[in-house]
């Protein structure tokens, strides 16, 4: 079973892939349902394919906007130009854009996203017969219909089911609000998330009076759906012939990918953990609680009622190991601030979490001593970790 995890930037994909991703899914400049997450030009889409290969895995490009007419030839001339660079698969929803590409006979194969909303093995099949190679089944599904379409598909179609990461409130991507709240469209890669904006109660006599409704001490999230944690789902849907296990999250920060990229190739190569266990090392990065969504079949509000899931991170990502060396030192990069004396939690690419503690003195690459260094510096550390380990901070941990 694959592991598919998301690339929003170069960066992003090269930590996908040193934790533990078997391929990533990243946009181009146009085309792709995550405006915001940076994406791709073409010169950074040929150095990520071709860090992607060297090592074996592979990257799918998504061009799964519902398009303007007067912007199919932007979508052709992009698809055209990743296939001659080697891209491994298209991601679309649209069945005008499936059509077009399917025209060029391209080398690569095209996959249906799950903003197509396939919840039929019917569905499936007719995807397979215009000539798709994955189908990306609709979050909507309970394990039971998944093994129901894929007891009509396996072995004629690659099917494909989000695991981890936000999931929209509306059916599987398709909602307005934020078209109307905003003017940017959720299905042209652009949506603002109203669904998790704080919202106050107005009772209509009483114009301009608004009254809090508290759900937890920060407030109501009257439309926000938990994240998705489908870890326990694994087996089952192996089992059941699921080829690809996909992680949301193009717009999410490397602290996000290294843990929950690291945790599932964990969890694929057979490591067993209870769900108190899963949550929290997933709780490490900020969330909104976790939910099982669909996979029982309804949602369930308090399926992971456990205190270690609540929705705000007890870490914070401070730094990371480059693969420079400067005198058989190692070479942190600080994305915050790390004090002298400081001890950290790391996070290894093999999922290992440890702790080291900062000298007392931090030397910079310049050779300047301090004892705070901001995200502007690099620092020399003694002590051997291996490149894209990270260093965080862990509430309740201080100076030694």
């Given at each position: 079973m694959e592991l598919l995890a998301p690339a929003g930037t170069l960066e992003k994909l090269k930590w996908a892939v040193i934790y533990g991703a078997d391929a990533v899914y990243f946009g181009m400049e146009f085309g792709s349902l995550r405006n915001f997450a940076g994406n791709f030009t073409f010169d950074d889409a040929a150095k990520g394919l071709e860090f992607l290969h060297d090592r074996g895995k592979k990257g799918y490009v998504t061009l799964n906007i519902y398009p303007f007419s007067d912007e199919y030839d932007l979508i052709i001339d992009t698809a055209k130009t990743m296939d001659d660079m080697g891209a491994d698969a298209f991601i679309v929803s649209d069945l005008g854009?499936?059509?077009?590409?399917?025209?060029?006979?391209?080398h690569a194969p095209v996959h249906i996203s799950t903003q197509a909303n396939t919840t039929s093995y019917q569905a499936v099949l007719a995807y397979l017969e215009l000539g798709a190679k994955r189908v990306n089944l609709a979050r909507e599904l309970s394990l039971e219909r998944i093994k129901e379409i894929l007891a009509k598909t396996r072995g004629l179609v690659e099917t494909e089911v989000f695991i981890h990461g936000a999931v929209c409130f509306s059916y599987s991507g398709r909602c307005a609000i934020s078209d109307y709240l905003t003017?940017?469209?959720?299905?042209?890669?652009e949506c603002k998330h109203p669904c998790r904006w704080r919202y106050f109660l107005m009772e209509e006599t009483r114009p301009g009076r608004y009254m809090p409704v508290f759900e937890d001490e920060r407030g109501l999230y009257l439309f926000n759906s938990k994240d998705l944690a489908l870890f326990e789902f694994i087996p089952a849907l192996k089992e059941a012939g699921v080829a690809s296990i996909k992680i949301e999250g193009r717009m999410?920060?490397?602290?996000?990918?290294?843990t929950v990229v690291s945790f599932y190739r964990q969890v694929l190569d057979g490591k067993m953990f209870s769900p108190e266990e899963a949550l929290k090392l997933l709780n490490r990065i900020p969330n909104r609680g976790f939910s099982t969504g669909f996979m029982k079949g309804a949602i369930l509000p308090d399926d992971y009622d456990f205190n270690i899931a609540d929705s705000t991170s007890d870490t914070i990502l401070v730094g990371n190991i480059t693969e420079e060396r400067i005198n058989s030192k190692c070479v942190i990069r600080i994305r915050n601030n790390i004090s002298a004396g400081e001890t950290l939690?790391?996070?290894?690419?093999?999922?290992?979490?440890?702790?080291?503690t900062m000298p007392q003195i931090l030397v910079t690459t310049d050779g300047n001593q301090v004892k705070c260094a901001n995200n502007s510096q690099y620092l020399l550390f003694d002590q051997e970790l291996k490149p894209y380990t990270i260093l965080r901070r862990v509430a309740g941990k201080g100076l030694a």
């Amino acid at each position: 079973m694959e592991l598919l995890a998301p690339a929003g930037t170069l960066e992003k994909l090269k930590w996908a892939v040193i934790y533990g991703a078997d391929a990533v899914y990243f946009g181009m400049e146009f085309g792709s349902l995550r405006n915001f997450a940076g994406n791709f030009t073409f010169d950074d889409a040929a150095k990520g394919l071709e860090f992607l290969h060297d090592r074996g895995k592979k990257g799918y490009v998504t061009l799964n906007i519902y398009p303007f007419s007067d912007e199919y030839d932007l979508i052709i001339d992009t698809a055209k130009t990743m296939d001659d660079m080697g891209a491994d698969a298209f991601i679309v929803s649209d069945l005008g854009v499936f059509r077009e590409l399917k025209r060029l006979d391209l080398h690569a194969p095209v996959h249906i996203s799950t903003q197509a909303n396939t919840t039929s093995y019917q569905a499936v099949l007719a995807y397979l017969e215009l000539g798709a190679k994955r189908v990306n089944l609709a979050r909507e599904l309970s394990l039971e219909r998944i093994k129901e379409i894929l007891a009509k598909t396996r072995g004629l179609v690659e099917t494909e089911v989000f695991i981890h990461g936000a999931v929209c409130f509306s059916y599987s991507g398709r909602c307005a609000i934020s078209d109307y709240l905003t003017g940017h469209g959720a299905n042209r890669g652009e949506c603002k998330h109203p669904c998790r904006w704080r919202y106050f109660l107005m009772e209509e006599t009483r114009p301009g009076r608004y009254m809090p409704v508290f759900e937890d001490e920060r407030g109501l999230y009257l439309f926000n759906s938990k994240d998705l944690a489908l870890f326990e789902f694994i087996p089952a849907l192996k089992e059941a012939g699921v080829a690809s296990i996909k992680i949301e999250g193009r717009m999410k920060t490397i602290h996000y990918i290294a843990t929950v990229v690291s945790f599932y190739r964990q969890v694929l190569d057979g490591k067993m953990f209870s769900p108190e266990e899963a949550l929290k090392l997933l709780n490490r990065i900020p969330n909104r609680g976790f939910s099982t969504g669909f996979m029982k079949g309804a949602i369930l509000p308090d399926d992971y009622d456990f205190n270690i899931a609540d929705s705000t991170s007890d870490t914070i990502l401070v730094g990371n190991i480059t693969e420079e060396r400067i005198n058989s030192k190692c070479v942190i990069r600080i994305r915050n601030n790390i004090s002298a004396g400081e001890t950290l939690e790391t996070l290894s690419p093999d999922g290992g979490i440890s702790s080291v503690t900062m000298p007392q003195i931090l030397v910079t690459t310049d050779g300047n001593q301090v004892k705070c260094a901001n995200n502007s510096q690099y620092l020399l550390f003694d002590q051997e970790l291996k490149p894209y380990t990270i260093l965080r901070r862990v509430a309740g941990k201080g100076l030694a």
